[in-house]
């Protein structure tokens, strides 16, 4: 059971997944759904729609990739046991997705699901190209906390990650791989530029010095990647009781700029980095 | 002037949007979008492009209709004096779309532009169909005032909107057109569900008494309708000093339920209200 929420209970069997386009009236879930075990996420439609690729040429599963989602809010691919899905970029349009995914897995009666976001961030004193796995997730003052706004108040959740997954996914790197592969804590923004201490936005009302006290400060609390999603992806897991994970490959060291100074070659080649990680440890599971 | 940003004065030469794929060094801003006086922006990357091609038949002007956004992230079409553009869902991908917008507009000497939001929310007493422009933006607890998270602080601005601005937009409605359309206050969301009190996403800790309460003090404060992009949009257009409107169709009336309960076809008409509204504004200013 990922939610107990005693509402949807009366509404299962006309329930609208609203941002996909999908409903339990006229989708049978568990017929397309129900042999789910590991769903992929990430900001971009393109890059989900690789993912599936690959996983399909690495599962050796033959299908057709066919986007389930028939809105244009989120696109969603199944490959086999594996489902991938876009996120969009920050929390909102994050959680959006989550309570959906989450219903659409309890209506398909799925059962020790295991949930993935790839995406991409900027490193704190750590080489371009380095993936971190997210150990907690914190906000912006650093703490390890979900604040959510319900009903005219603030809901606070905890953001720790599956320790044992982030570890197991650690060792899936080949050691002929030459990047480095780290656990660490992760700082989740509601923006890209002042949210993260960016000089380069529209509007900057810091100095340079301000910009790097705080990312000083960051580093010093144990942050060592900046992203827009991991803190409502670990409050909202959690709460379902979903083991998941956060890996991102840093196209930057933010304590050394704003943008990332590398050939577009090579920030192609390091986003593929999670998705082979994540790729192989879903292939290794299936093997066993 | 949009920005008076000094630290983009360094590197306005060499200054990468990121999420739209344009950069000021390959790409001639002014001779591109010189000329714009209009941005339509929309979550739906679908009704962006049918906006652009609504334009472009009102306003008849011919143009292949191309997507300038080389990314994933956003689609941009330029028709004319005017850019249609995506945002995504929510403020976090809403601010990231405006600090680009804003740059590119800057860059490209750009002057007296008018941006408008177009989209649909939530009602609270209003006859599903209407259409609402909002007057002012208010947060979760009623307050018309968007939180932004700066270097570990909490930084507040204004979320008032250009009144003149709505009551020009009230004045475009054609009598014979058979819906209501007001001025209002808007309440902006970080969430869907939980947080727009609705019992149906994955989680709900909360009761049904609850959430009318909470959805009857929004009313009481002078809330019409809810969504999640006006209060960061109102915000970022009074620091660029730029007139702004939102213009959302309400699909239904949350004090009456969470999902709305009419047929496609009449959703599909109703979304067309503010592009319609809008482009008759657009028509009007040119014609002059």
């Known amino acids: 059971m990922y939610t107990n929420n005693q509402h949807l209970m009366k509404v299962k ?18 017929d397309m759904f129900g042999d789910v075990k590991f769903v992929c996420s990430g900001g971009s439609m393109n890059r989900m729609k690789s993912l599936a690729a690959l996983i399909s040429k690495e599962l050796n599963i033959s299908s057709e990739l066919c986007n389930l989602c028939s809105t244009d809010r989120y696109v969603l691919y199944k490959v086999g046991p594996v489902l991938t899905v876009s996120h969009g970029m920050g929390m909102p349009s994050t959680t959006i997705m989550l309570h959906e995914i989450i219903k659409l ?3 398909a009666k799925c059962k020790d699901v295991k949930f993935f976001r790839i995406g991409t961030c900027g490193g704190l004193s750590l080489e371009p190209g380095t993936l971190i796995v997210t150990g907690t997730a914190v906000d912006y003052k650093f703490e390890p906390v979900f604040e959510q706004q319900i009903l005219g108040k ?28 780290v656990i660490g804590n992760t ?60 890996l991102c490959v840093s196209l930057l060291d933010r304590l050394k700029g704003d943008e990332a100074a590398t050939s577009t070659k090579d920030l192609n080649d390091w986003q593929k980095r999670p998705l082979t990680i994540v790729t192989r440890y879903i292939k290794s599971k299936l093997e066993k």
Do not use: P, W
């Open 13 to 30: 069997d006309r329930d609208v997944l609203l941002h996909f386009g999908l409903a339990t009236a006229k989708d049978n879930f568990e």
């Open 105 to 107: 897995l309890q209506y």
């Open 154 to 181: 603030i809901v606070s959740t905890s953001t720790t990650f599956d320790k044992d997954l982030a570890k197991e996914l650690l060792l899936c790197k080949d050691d002929s791989e030459k990047f480095e592969m």
């Open 187 to 246: 700082m989740s923004t509601n923006d890209f530029y002042e949210g993260q201490a960016r000089l380069d936005g529209a509007f900057c009302d810091y100095t340079e010095e301000d910009k790097m006290k705080y990312l000083h400060a960051a580093y010093d609390a144990g942050v060592k990647n900046i992203e827009m999603e991991a803190l409502c992806i670990a409050s909202m897991m959690n709460r379902a009781g979903m083991s998941a994970a956060v």
